[in-house]
């Protein structure tokens, strides 16, 4: 049982390059959102989605990209990297259906660094 | 607004003891859901417990159990019988109701608690 699958685990990114940080789940889970979460902090909200075809941005979205195309796949685009954005990267899923309810399943993380 | 607030940047307890870490929340909806989270230095998130603001009583998950104050907005978590293993970083989180546009899909964070549980 598979989960939650995001690669890569880590990556290094020179300034002004670009990269696609991949995330799946085999859960059907409609829900799908991408974190980051900096050293000694919590996990501040980049993107989520509701179902296939549909995105909204969270707290952090700026100098990110996503898309939603199949329930199961949601890649977080990083376009012209910088340095403000090395962290760690989740990628999480949830079931819901118009309740409040709804466990997040994580992934394991990316650590991206942007020297 | 949403907020999280867990004050307790670190917490130390001696194996076999009760621990409470305390997180308090700020909302105006009345529909919500509460969650702890733990993070091992290994880095992954493990589930631990959910309370809704409906719920009539306390959740509990074996060893772990959150002591749920709806008019005091605090939703503490309350580890019994620590083991070496529960060292590890503890976020609570909030989510509100799905139907409010604002808040759809988010679940907002505190800054968690380091728990060092030793022998």
């Known amino acids: 049982n598979a989960g939650v699958t995001q690669t890569p685990k880590f990556r290094i990114l020179k300034i002004g390059q670009s990269m696609t940080l991949q995330c799946t789940q085999d859960?059907?889970?409609?829900?799908m959102y991408w974190y980051r979460q900096d050293p000694g902090m919590g996990l501040k909200l980049i993107y989520y989605?509701?179902?296939?075809?549909?995105?909204d941005k969270g707290e952090v979205p700026n100098g990110y990209n996503v898309s939603r195309s199949t329930t199961e796949d949601f890649p977080l685009r990083l376009e012209l990297a910088a340095p403000s954005q090395t962290s760690v990267y989740f990628c999480?899923?949830?079931?819901?259906?118009?309740?409040?309810?709804?466990?997040?399943?994580f992934g394991e993380g990316s650590r991206l660094t942007v020297l | 607004a949403q907020k999280i607030t867990q004050t307790q940047p670190g917490m130390f307890v001696q194996e076999k003891e009760a621990v409470t870490l305390d997180c308090t929340y700020d909302?105006?909806?009345?529909?919500?859901?509460l969650f702890w989270y733990k993070q091992p230095s290994s880095g992954e998130m493990i589930f631990l417990i959910y309370?809704?603001?409906?719920?009539?009583q306390n959740a509990t998950e074996g060893r772990y159990s959150l002591n749920f104050q709806k008019a005091r907005k605090s939703a503490n978590l309350v580890i019994s019988a620590s083991q070496l293993g529960d060292s590890a970083m503890y976020f609570c989180?909030?989510?509100?109701?799905?139907?409010?546009?604002?808040?759809?899909?988010?679940?907002?964070f505190g800054r968690g608690t380091q728990l060092t549980v030793w022998p």
């Open positions: 999480a899923s949830s079931y819901e259906a118009g309740t409040v309810s709804g466990e997040l399943f």
């Open positions: 989605s509701v179902g296939a075809g549909i995105t």
């Open positions: 989180a909030m989510r509100g109701p799905f139907d409010r546009g604002s808040t759809l899909g988010r679940l907002y």
């Open positions: 309370q809704g603001s409906y719920d009539q």
């Open positions: 909302t105006s909806d009345p529909s919500y859901g």
């Open positions: 859960m059907n889970h409609n829900y």
